[in-house]
Nanobody, 116 residues
Framework: VQLQASGGGLVQAGGSLKLSCVAS????????MGWYRQAPGKQRELVAT???????EYSDSVKGRFTISRDNARNTVSLQMNSLKPEDTGAYFC???????????WGQGTQVTVSS
């Protein structure tokens, strides 16, 4: 199983970025997908999830600014990030979790840096 994340970069506060994660080696449509982030010196935290039935959840800190989506035909989950803030800075990780969390996969991080 591979989860290949891309789209990170350096952006000014108020700007936008779109992260993408392409999955391979798993039945993508039956997995719940998520984005997590980890800032230096902090624990990894949940940013957003999209379940296999397309329901979504967001952390309070990103509600109204970030949008998670999935394209089962392309085995891709995306995170559109708008109105970025310096506190959004961190490594962003793609996650695939099966029902009952029997299988749990992580991609490599993609760095997002928001300058003030």
């Amino acid at each position: 199983v591979q989860l290949q994340a891309s789209g990170g970069g350096l952006v000014q506060a108020g700007g936008s970025l779109k992260l993408s994660c392409v999955a391979s080696g798993l039945a993508f449509n039956v997995y719940n997908m998520g984005w997590y982030r980890q800032a230096p010196g902090k624990q990894r935290e949940l940013v957003a999830t999209i379940r296999r039935e397309f329901s979504t959840e967001y952390s309070d800190s990103v509600k109204g600014r970030f949008t998670i989506s999935r394209d089962n035909a392309r085995n891709t989950v995306s995170l559109q990030m708008n109105s970025l803030k310096p506190e959004d800075t961190g490594a962003y990780f793609c996650n695939a979790k099966s029902i009952m969390a029997t299988f749990n996969y992580w991609g490599q991080g993609t760095q997002v840096t928001v300058s003030s």
